[in-house]
Nanobody
């Protein structure tokens, strides 16, 4: 059974940086798309970034583009989200999600396109 576990959240001052990790286990195939989503209190879950496994294509929400970078380490089966220039409005629980993608090229931006989710990691940006 495929599982993903997030780590790396915490409290940071505005303008600071954090790196989140999404470690996968139980995968039978090597071609998965992985995305990051976030949910702030009282708000709906929103897309942050996604990466395809084989092609390495990426997609970002407009609100994080040029500040966040998604990457993958195939050997470790881990996806990272490097977050720079953090703002108080980035405060949220960040979730990693993954889905089998035979094409190896997809970067889904909708939560319903993913079928495996982690428990989330809290990111708090203090002004």
């Amino acid at each position: 059974q495929v599982q993903v576990v997030e780590s790396g959240g915490g409290l940071v001052q505005a303008g600071g940086s954090l790196r989140l990790s999404c470690a996968a286990s139980g995968r039978t195939y090597s071609s998965y798309a992985t995305g990051w989503f976030r949910q702030a209190p009282g708000k709906e879950r929103e897309f942050v970034a996604a990466i395809s496994w084989s092609s390495g294509d990426t997609r970002y929400a407009a609100s994080v583009k040029d500040r966040f970078t998604i990457s993958r380490d195939e050997a470790k089966d881990t996806v990272y989200l490097e977050m720079n220039s953090l703002k108080p409005e980035d405060t949220a629980v960040y979730y990693c999600a993954t889905v089998f993608d035979p094409s190896g090229r997809l970067t889904p931006a909708n939560s319903y396109e993913y079928d495996v989710w982690g428990q989330g990691t809290q990111v708090t940006v203090d002004s």
